[in-house]
């Protein structure tokens, strides 16, 4: 009999008072266009890895690991700046608000830690560059986005800085509404 798996991801979760602020500005931007699916605002956060589906022996071999992070991490702030779209404009696949992209603040060095720690354990180091991001929603078919961007060119989403103080093991549960997130386990920084 085969074990079952379990889809999940290792990431930071968001403030409440910020989750509102992108709830509030994600619905102006759904005002703006159809055609996208909408992130559940409870859902917003940013992933550091993922690890796709694994069995419940591998999710505790990655708590296990994740345990002596607060050795390794200390609390840190980021800012978010900025709205887009991967891959680009002409043929979006996901909307997005920015932060941080210095390779040499604290966000990637624990992506960098993380990487290197689950590699020991068999997952495949990240090939793409790490760029993180919130993801606030996903096209669901082509279409005109002209007045999405223009609203996102004319309307920033104001710069915000939100304290980092822990990361979390994540499990997602794919449904027809969107992925349901249940968290499995926390893990201070110190």
């Known amino acids: 009999m085969s074990e079952d798996l379990i889809r ?24 703006q266009t159809s055609g996208i699916r909408w992130v559940r605002p409870s859902g917003v956060h940013i992933t550091l890895k993922f690890l796709g589906e694994i069995t419940a022996s591998r999710v505790e071999d ?3 690991s994740l345990a002596n992070i607060s050795s390794v991490a200390e609390p840190f702030t980021l800012s978010i700046s900025g709205a887009g779209c991967f891959p680009n404009r002409r043929q979006p696949r996901v909307i997005w608000l920015g932060l941080e992209h210095d390779p040499a603040h604290s966000l990637f060095k624990l992506h960098n830690w993380l990487d ?7 997952f495949e180091k990240e090939k793409r560059r790490f760029s993180p991001h919130l993801t606030l929603g996903r096209i669901k078919y082509a279409g005109d986005f002209k007045s999405l961007f223009n609203y996102i060119d004319q309307n920033a989403f104001p710069g915000r800085i939100f304290h980092v103080d822990r990361i979390s093991l994540i499990r997602s549960t794919l449904q027809p509404s969107g992925a349901v997130y249940n968290k499995l386990a926390d893990y201070p920084l110190h």
Do not use: S
Request: hydrophobic share 45%.
């Open 8 to 31: 999940c991801f290792i990431a930071v979760e968001l403030p409440a008072d910020l989750l509102k602020e992108i709830a509030a500005y994600t619905q102006k931007l759904n005002e």
């Open 62 to 64: 990655v708590r296990k």
């Open 116 to 122: 290197d720690q689950l590699t020991l354990l068999g």
